[in-house]
C-alpha cells in the first residue's frame, strides 16, 4: 500500500484495472464510436413495422440489443479511464460525449414500446410461442405487463418532456446540500484542540470520535446549519412527492409506491411486512441502544453517540494480498468454481488498487457484458477497507456468473436483488474472521460491527421506507409537508425506532430536521430495497455456513439467474422467500444472537 498519495502514473501496473481489456486504444474506442452515428438512423427503418411479423420483431429486436450492447462497452470503457483521474479532460470529455450518443440513441427508439404494446394482445402471445421470439419471450414479457399502464404516443411523449422539469427538484436539493449549505458549515475544535470546518464528508467521521465532546459539537454544529434550511428542503420534498404521485396517477396507478414496487415486480405486501416485522423486533434494537450507553458509560445517551465503536477499530494494517487472502477464504464455502474464478479475477487485475492524486473516491464494482468485472477501490489497509473488498467482489461474481450464464438481454439483475451477493460475501468474512479471533477486543470490535450493519441497513433503512410511505399517502390524501409536519413525524419515528434510553431533550431535538438531508427520498420508495437485501443475505450466508444440503447450489443458481425471472422467484429459488415475514425476523433474530454474544464478550 503506498505511504503517500501518488500520481497515477506512479501507481505500480500491477495495482491498476486492466482496462485495455476492453479496448487496446482511444484509437479503437473512437472507431466504434464512430459506428454509432449510423444507429439513430438505422433505427428509424423499423418504425411502423413491428407488427408484421415475429422474424420481423426479431430481426429489430437483435438489432436494438447490439446497438445498446456496443453503447455499454462505450461508455464502460470512457467511464473507468475518467475514474483514474477526474481531472484528465480526455476522458470526461469522451464520457460527456458517449452520454449524449445514448440521449440520442433514446430519442431514436423511441418508439419501440408503444409501437411493441400496440400489438394486439392475442396476437403478440401467440408470437411469443414462435420459434423466432422464444429466446425473447421472457423480456418482452417485462416489457408487456406495462401495457395498462402505458400512454398514447403523444401521451408518452408529453410526458417524457417533463422528466426534467421533474428532476430540478432532486437537482435543487443536491445543489443545497452538497454546495450551498456546506459553504454555511461552522468549524469546530477536533479532539486535538484544532479548528476544523464541518463538511458533509467528516460529519459522520467526527460522529465516530472517542472524544464525546466532539461528537456533540459536530453534531450541533451540523444541524444548526440543517434547520435554517428546512423550509426550503419541505418545498423540494412536496414537489419531489407531489411529481411521484402526478406520474403514477397519470399512468393509472392506484398510488405512487403502487408504481415503484410494479417496476420492481414486487407486491405491497412484502413492503408492509418488512415495517411490521421491525416494528414487531424493536425490543431487540432499544436493548442494543441500552447495551451502548451502558458500554459507554453514558450517565444520558444522545443521538450522537449512536454510531461510535463501543471497541474502537484496530489497527492493524493488512496489506492487499493480505485482504485478497482473507476475501477468498471467506468464500471458500461456495465451492471452487467461485474462489476459482474470483482468485483469477484477482491475479488478472480487475481491480484499481490503491487511492492515486484525482481518482474516484469509494468503491464500486463494473463492467459491461463485453468485459470481466473490474473493483474500483481506494484500499487503505483498515479491515474497513477488507470488508469493501470483500462486498465488491460479490457484486463483481454476480454479474461474472450471470453473464456467463444468460444471454446479454438477460444478464443484468434486477435492483431488488443487486445487494444480496455482497452482503453474503460480508456475512461470509464476519464468520470468518470471528473463528479466527482470540483476541476479545478484537472480536468485540467485528461483533459490534455487525450490529452497526444491521441498526443501519436493515432498521434504519426501515425507518426511512415506513417514513416515506407517510409523506407520500399524507399527500395523496390531499394534505401538504409543512416544515411542522415533517419535524414532527419524523422525529416520532425516530424515538419510536430508538427506544426510552436516550434523553430526547434539547440536545436530540435537532435530529428532528434530519429528513432534510436524505438524498434518498427522491428516488421513490428505493430505500426499502437496502433492508430486504440484508436480510435475504443473512438468511442465505446461515444456512450456507450450517452445511444445509442444497443451500450452495440454490446460490449459485440465483447468481447465474440474471433477470431470467422475477427477482422475487430467483430469490425463493435461493430459499429466501420475501413475501412471508421470515427473512427479516430471521435477519432480526441474528442480531439478537449478536448482541447476546457481544454482552458475553465484554
Same mark, same amino acid.
Given at each position: 500500500?503506498?505511504?503517500?498519495?501518488?500520481?497515477?502514473?506512479? !501507481?505500480?501496473?500491477?495495482?491498476?484495472?486492466?482496462?485495455?481489456?476492453?479496448?487496446?486504444?482511444?484509437?479503437?474506442?473512437?472507431?466504434?464510436?464512430?459506428?454509432?452515428?449510423?444507429?439513430?438512423?438505422?433505427?428509424?427503418?423499423?418504425?411502423?413495422?413491428?407488427?408484421?411479423?415475429?422474424?420481423?420483431?426479431?430481426?429489430?429486436?437483435?438489432?436494438?440489443?447490439?446497438?445498446?450492447?456496443?453503447?455499454?462497452?462505450?461508455?464502460?470503457?470512457?467511464?473507468?479511464?475518467?475514474?483514474?483521474?477526474?481531472?484528465?479532460?480526455?476522458?470526461?470529455?469522451?464520457?460527456?460525449?458517449?452520454?449524449?450518443?445514448?440521449?440520442?440513441?433514446?430519442?431514436?427508439?423511441?418508439?419501440?414500446?408503444?409501437?411493441?404494446?400496440?400489438?394486439?394482445?392475442?396476437?403478440?402471445?401467440?408470437?411469443?410461442?414462435?420459434?423466432?421470439?422464444?429466446?425473447?419471450?421472457?423480456?418482452?414479457?417485462?416489457?408487456?405487463?406495462?401495457?395498462?399502464?402505458?400512454?398514447?404516443?403523444?401521451?408518452?411523449?408529453?410526458?417524457?418532456?417533463?422528466?426534467?422539469?421533474?428532476?430540478?427538484?432532486?437537482?435543487?436539493?443536491?445543489?443545497?446540500?452538497?454546495?450551498?449549505?456546506?459553504?454555511?458549515?461552522?468549524?469546530?475544535?477536533?479532539?486535538?484542540?484544532?479548528?476544523?470546518?464541518?463538511?458533509?464528508?467528516?460529519? $459522520?467521521?467526527?460522529?465516530?470520535?472517542? =472524544?464525546?465532546?466532539?461528537?456533540?459539537?459536530?453534531?450541533?454544529?451540523?444541524?444548526?446549519?440543517?434547520?435554517?434550511?428546512?423550509?426550503?428542503?419541505?418545498?423540494?420534498?412536496?414537489?419531489?412527492?407531489?411529481?411521484?404521485?402526478?406520474?403514477?396517477?397519470?399512468?393509472?396507478?392506484?398510488?405512487?409506491?403502487?408504481?415503484?414496487?410494479?417496476?420492481?415486480?414486487?407486491?405491497?405486501?412484502?413492503? =408492509?411486512?418488512?415495517?411490521?416485522?421491525?416494528?414487531?423486533?424493536?425490543?431487540?434494537?432499544?436493548?442494543?441502544?441500552?447495551?451502548?450507553?451502558?458500554?459507554?458509560?453514558?450517565?444520558?445517551?444522545?443521538?450522537?453517540?449512536?454510531?461510535?465503536?463501543?471497541?474502537?477499530?484496530?489497527?492493524?494494517?493488512?496489506?492487499?494480498?493480505?485482504?485478497?487472502?482473507?476475501?477468498?477464504?471467506?468464500?471458500?464455502?461456495?465451492?471452487?468454481?467461485?474462489?476459482?474464478?474470483?482468485?483469477?479475477?484477482?491475479?488478472?487485475?480487475?481491480?484499481?488498487?490503491?487511492?492515486?492524486?484525482?481518482?474516484?473516491?469509494?468503491?464500486?464494482?463494473?463492467?459491461?457484458?463485453?468485459?470481466?468485472?473490474?473493483?474500483?477501490?481506494?484500499?487503505?489497509?483498515?479491515?474497513?477497507?477488507?470488508?469493501?473488498?470483500?462486498?465488491?467482489?460479490?457484486? $463483481?461474481?454476480?454479474?461474472?456468473?450471470?453473464?456467463?450464464?444468460?444471454?446479454?438481454?438477460?444478464?443484468?439483475?434486477?435492483?431488488?436483488?443487486?445487494?444480496?451477493?455482497?452482503?453474503?460475501?460480508?456475512?461470509?468474512?464476519?464468520?470468518?474472521?470471528?473463528?479466527?479471533?482470540?483476541?476479545?477486543?478484537?472480536?468485540?470490535?467485528?461483533?459490534?460491527?455487525?450490529?452497526?450493519?444491521?441498526?443501519?441497513?436493515?432498521?434504519?433503512?426501515?425507518?426511512?421506507?415506513?417514513?416515506?410511505?407517510?409523506?407520500?399517502?399524507?399527500?395523496?390524501?390531499?394534505?401538504?409537508?409543512?416544515?411542522?409536519?415533517?419535524?414532527?413525524?419524523?422525529?416520532?419515528?425516530?424515538?419510536?425506532?430508538?427506544?426510552?434510553?436516550?434523553?430526547?431533550?434539547?440536545?436530540?431535538?435537532?435530529?428532528?430536521?434530519?429528513?432534510?438531508?436524505?438524498?434518498?427520498?427522491?428516488?421513490?420508495?428505493?430505500?426499502?430495497?437496502?433492508?430486504?437485501?440484508?436480510?435475504?443475505?443473512?438468511?442465505?450466508?446461515?444456512?450456507?455456513?450450517?452445511?444445509?444440503?442444497?443451500? !450452495?447450489?440454490?446460490?449459485?443458481?440465483?447468481?447465474?439467474?440474471?433477470?431470467?425471472?422475477?427477482?422475487?422467484?430467483?430469490?425463493?429459488?435461493?430459499?429466501?422467500?420475501?413475501?412471508?415475514?421470515?427473512?427479516?425476523?430471521?435477519?432480526?433474530?441474528?442480531?439478537?444472537?449478536?448482541?447476546?454474544?457481544?454482552?458475553?464478550?465484554?
Amino acid at each position: 500500500m503506498p505511504d503517500e498519495l501518488k500520481s497515477r502514473n506512479d !501507481i505500480p501496473a500491477e495495482a491498476k484495472w486492466s482496462v485495455e481489456a476492453i479496448y487496446t486504444s482511444n484509437d479503437e474506442w473512437e472507431d466504434d464510436f464512430d459506428e454509432t452515428a449510423a444507429f439513430m438512423e438505422s433505427m428509424k427503418k423499423w418504425t411502423g413495422r413491428l407488427g408484421e411479423a415475429p422474424r420481423t420483431l426479431k430481426t429489430a429486436i437483435e438489432e436494438l440489443l447490439s446497438q445498446i450492447r456496443l453503447l455499454e462497452k462505450l461508455f464502460t470503457y470512457a467511464n473507468m479511464k475518467g475514474d483514474e483521474d477526474l481531472g484528465n479532460s480526455l476522458y470526461s470529455g469522451m464520457v460527456s460525449r458517449i452520454r449524449s450518443r445514448f440521449i440520442e440513441f433514446d430519442a431514436a427508439q423511441s418508439f419501440f414500446t408503444p409501437e411493441l404494446l400496440a400489438i394486439p394482445e392475442d396476437t403478440i402471445n401467440s408470437w411469443l410461442t414462435t420459434s423466432e421470439l422464444e429466446p425473447y419471450r421472457t423480456w418482452l414479457q417485462d416489457i408487456l405487463r406495462f401495457r395498462s399502464h402505458t400512454l398514447s404516443e403523444k401521451e408518452e411523449k408529453l410526458l417524457a418532456n417533463t422528466a426534467e422539469i421533474i428532476s430540478g427538484f432532486s437537482s435543487a436539493f443536491g445543489k443545497l446540500s452538497n454546495v450551498d449549505m456546506p459553504a454555511r458549515f461552522p468549524e469546530i475544535r477536533d479532539e486535538n484542540g484544532n479548528s476544523v470546518r464541518l463538511t458533509t464528508g467528516n460529519y $459522520s467521521a467526527f460522529l465516530q470520535k472517542e =472524544d464525546r465532546r466532539v461528537r456533540k459539537d459536530a453534531f450541533l454544529g451540523f444541524y444548526g446549519e440543517i434547520k435554517g434550511n428546512v423550509a426550503t428542503k419541505a418545498a423540494l420534498l412536496e414537489g419531489q412527492v407531489k411529481s411521484d404521485i402526478f406520474r403514477a396517477r397519470t399512468r393509472k396507478y392506484d398510488s405512487a409506491i403502487e408504481a415503484s414496487l410494479f417496476n420492481d415486480m414486487v407486491n405491497l405486501s412484502v413492503y =408492509d411486512s418488512l415495517i411490521k416485522s421491525v416494528h414487531d423486533n424493536l425490543p431487540v434494537l432499544h436493548r442494543y441502544f441500552q447495551f451502548r450507553k451502558n458500554a459507554l458509560n453514558l450517565d444520558s445517551a444522545h443521538i450522537y453517540d449512536v454510531n461510535v465503536p463501543i471497541v474502537p477499530e484496530s489497527k492493524a494494517d493488512y496489506s492487499w494480498d493480505e485482504a485478497v487472502d482473507l476475501t477468498l477464504e471467506a468464500v471458500a464455502p461456495l465451492g471452487r468454481e467461485y474462489v476459482d474464478a474470483l482468485a483469477g479475477g484477482f491475479g488478472n487485475r480487475w481491480a484499481d488498487r490503491y487511492e492515486n492524486i484525482g481518482k474516484r473516491s469509494g468503491a464500486y464494482s463494473g463492467g459491461c457484458y463485453d468485459s470481466h468485472p473490474y473493483i474500483l477501490h481506494n484500499f487503505n489497509g483498515t479491515l474497513s477497507s477488507v470488508f469493501t473488498l470483500a462486498h465488491e467482489a460479490g457484486h $463483481s461474481m454476480h454479474s461474472l456468473l450471470s453473464r456467463k450464464s444468460q444471454p446479454y438481454h438477460m444478464s443484468d439483475y434486477k435492483i431488488l436483488v443487486a445487494e444480496v451477493a455482497s452482503t453474503t460475501n460480508e456475512m461470509l468474512l464476519i464468520d470468518l474472521l470471528l473463528k479466527r479471533m482470540d483476541d476479545k477486543r478484537e472480536k468485540a470490535y467485528l461483533l459490534d460491527h455487525l450490529l452497526g450493519k444491521f441498526k443501519s441497513t436493515l432498521v434504519r433503512q426501515t425507518m426511512f421506507a415506513e417514513f416515506e410511505k407517510l409523506i407520500h399517502e399524507r399527500v395523496e390524501s390531499g394534505n401538504s409537508l409543512t416544515p411542522d409536519y415533517l419535524n414532527s413525524s419524523y422525529y416520532d419515528l425516530v424515538k419510536l425506532y430508538h427506544g426510552d434510553c436516550f434523553a430526547w431533550d434539547d440536545e436530540d431535538e435537532p435530529v428532528t430536521a434530519e429528513w432534510s438531508r436524505i438524498p434518498h427520498f427522491y428516488y421513490n420508495f428505493y430505500v426499502y430495497k437496502y433492508a430486504t437485501g440484508l436480510s435475504s443475505a443473512v438468511d442465505i450466508s446461515s444456512r450456507i455456513l450450517a452445511g444445509e444440503p442444497g443451500a !450452495i447450489e440454490s446460490f449459485i443458481g440465483f447468481l447465474k439467474g440474471g433477470s431470467s425471472k422475477p427477482p422475487l422467484e430467483l430469490l425463493k429459488g435461493a430459499g429466501v422467500d420475501l413475501t412471508t415475514p421470515e427473512p427479516v425476523n430471521s435477519a432480526l433474530l441474528k442480531m439478537e444472537s449478536t448482541l447476546e454474544e457481544l454482552e458475553k464478550v465484554l
